[in-house]
């Protein structure tokens, strides 16, 4: 299914409601106004929620993050990929997974793949070598105890709807 929403429409869907406090994303993985669900669709809005939660940290101004006495000191037309600084923070952008920043030339050698395309062999990964930690025993049992409650309660409303 090569025609999932890959970009803005889920990117946008995400940021503005971030941006304005929103604290929860709903909608991973769903396309055609949620009928449908796409384990890459999934795979990709992980990235963007990412993508959003960074951004919505904002971006930190001081003197050291702002470089200005490295500005300074190196000039204009200065190195600045040589100082520590730049190392140390440009680990704090996003770092996509899925979304290749590469030149044209290094993408067409590496096979020209989309997002989307991407995007589906992760998320094919994932489904064939995830194994999820065990449940603990008490959280099991716990969880066994809620099903069985809720089951009680629901037999409870149709014998008084019966009656």
Do not use: N
């Not at 065990?134 to 409870?156: H, K, M």
């Amino acid at each position: 299914m090569g025609d999932a929403q890959t970009g803005h429409e889920h990117t946008l869907t995400a940021l503005l409601p971030a941006l304005a406090g929103a604290s929860l994303i709903y909608g991973a993985g769903m396309i055609e106004s949620g009928v449908t669900f796409d384990c890459a669709q999934l795979v990709m809005d992980a990235e963007i929620a990412r993508m959003v939660k960074r951004t919505v940290m904002g971006i930190p101004v001081s003197d050291e993050d702002l470089a200005v006495d490295d500005i300074v000191g190196v000039g204009s037309f200065g190195d600045f990929l040589s100082l520590d600084a730049t190392l140390k923070h440009m680990r704090d952008h996003a770092q996509p997974e899925l979304i290749d920043r590469r030149v044209r030339e290094d993408w067409t050698s590496a096979g020209s793949t989309d997002l989307y395309t991407r995007a589906r062999t992760k998320a094919r990964a994932i489904l064939q070598e995830h194994r999820p930690t065990p449940l603990s025993d008490e959280v099991a049992a716990q969880i066994t105890r809620i099903i069985g409650e809720a089951e009680s309660e629901l037999a409870a409303q149709k014998e008084r709807r019966a009656t």
